[in-house]
C-alpha cells in the first residue's frame, strides 16, 4: 500500500507556472504507474498526465499535450507534474494517483488528498 500527499499548488497568473509534487510513502514506489488528475466545479474528474513505473510510456490529456510535463523521482518517493503556460481553464483540484496493475489509464488505486491549483485571468 501507498499513501500520498500532494503539494505545490496555488494562485498564479495565466501563462505563469506551477510544480506539483506528489509524495509516497511506502515500499516499491519504482514498481507504480503515477497519473495526476483534476476535477474542476461541477466537473467530471479527468485525467491529465500518467508515467508508467518502467518510465517507457507517458500519456497527456489533448488540453496539456505540450504545456505540461510529468516526470518521477524514484530516490525521492516522488512524482511530479511541471505545468508552464497555465490557463484559467486549467484551474481545479488536483490530485496524485498511483497503482501497481493496469495501465496509464487505471484504474487507480490509491489517491492523495488534492491541492488546489487557480489560475486568475
Known amino acids: 500500500q501507498v499513501q500520498l500527499v500532494e503539494s505545490g499548488g496555488g494562485l498564479v497568473q495565466a501563462g505563469g507556472s506551477l510544480r506539483l509534487s506528489c509524495a509516497a510513502s511506502?515500499?516499491?514506489?519504482?514498481?507504480?504507474?503515477m497519473g495526476w488528475f483534476r476535477q474542476a466545479p461541477g466537473k467530471d474528474r479527468e485525467l491529465v498526465a500518467a508515467?508508467?513505473?518502467?518510465?517507457?510510456?507517458?500519456y497527456y490529456a489533448d488540453s496539456v499535450k505540450g504545456r505540461f510535463t510529468i516526470s518521477r523521482d524514484n530516490t525521492k518517493n516522488t512524482n511530479y507534474l511541471q505545468m508552464n503556460s497555465l490557463k484559467p481553464e486549467d484551474t481545479a483540484v488536483y490530485y496524485c494517483a498511483a497503482t501497481q496493475r493496469g495501465t496509464v489509464l487505471g484504474p487507480y488505486a490509491y489517491w492523495g488528498q488534492g491541492t488546489q491549483v487557480t489560475v486568475s485571468s
Open positions: 508515467l508508467r513505473w518502467s518510465g517507457s510510456y507517458t
Open positions: 511506502g515500499r516499491a514506489f519504482s514498481s507504480y504507474t
